[in-house]
């Protein structure tokens, strides 16, 4: 579905003519529909680590303090227990680290092992940084609108053909109850319904079950089993 059919689809729902336009329309109704249509994209991005927005990224450190393009524009925030790595070494790096630390360990002119790690000013600080290592971190994009259903991804709406990377069946359910809060109207039973839909999505987003890498075998048996049969013989 695009911006257009949700808008199309929200517009049966509550009784109103469905527009044959979106963005470049006059009409105030389907203007507060679009508006509320980005709060819905923008809160639902929010909350959920959405498979969909999760990106990989690895890029040769610069060397600088802070990393002038980590993180890049479409991030929002770092996926949950998501750690930054330092691959060529490799090992996990520390942090994020409160001042106090950070301030200690620069002023000392220390060698933290592993590294250490903050974000200042909006931006990845490593310390120390050395140009080259590769490093690497899971993060959500904040750019959940795949622009005319493509590649190119943003942060809101442009056109009516823009697609959402977030289940667009939620978009709808949370617009028609945003629609009527926003006009004075009883929304419980919507909002009721979206809330329970969400929970169902993200129930069938996350993994079933976390999985310890760390077991001696895959049945997860300690190292001492021995999967053979003792027998004892009698005197």
């Known amino acids: 579905m695009s911006l257009l059919t949700i808008i199309q689809n929200v517009c049966a729902e509550i009784d109103l003519d469905p527009p044959t336009a979106v ?25 959920h680590d959405w498979s969909a927005l999760m990106v990989r990224r690895q890029f040769a450190a610069t060397g600088a303090n802070p990393e002038p393009a980590e993180p890049p524009a479409d991030w929002n925030r770092f996926a949950a227990n998501a750690k930054i790595w330092n691959a060529a070494r490799p090992w996990q790096l520390n942090g994020p680290v409160e001042p106090q630390t ?6 000392l002119n220390a060698n933290p092992v592993p590294q250490i790690w903050r974000i200042a000013g909006g931006k990845l600080d ?33 056109n ?28 419980g039973e919507e909002l009721a319904g979206f809330e329970r839909s969400k929970e169902a999505a993200i129930g069938a987003d996350r993994a079933a079950s976390p999985v310890d890498l760390s077991l001696p075998a895959r049945n997860g048996a300690p190292e001492n089993y021995w999967p053979g049969t003792i027998t004892v013989a009698n005197p």
């Open 102 to 107: 950070w301030q200690r360990q620069t002023i």
């Open 126 to 158: 490593i310390y120390p940084n050395v140009a080259g290592e590769m490093i690497e971190y899971a993060y959500i994009s904040g750019f959940w609108v795949a622009v005319n259903g493509g590649a190119a991804t943003a942060g809101t709406w442009a």
């Open 160 to 187: 009516d053909t823009d697609t959402a990377r977030l289940p667009e069946d939620l978009l709808e359910l949370s617009l028609i109850w945003r629609w009527k809060r926003a006009k004075g109207l009883d929304y």
């Open 23 to 47: 963005m470049s329309s006059a009409d105030p109704q389907i203007m507060q529909l679009r508006i509320l249509s980005t709060r819905a994209g923008r809160d639902l991005m929010r909350e």
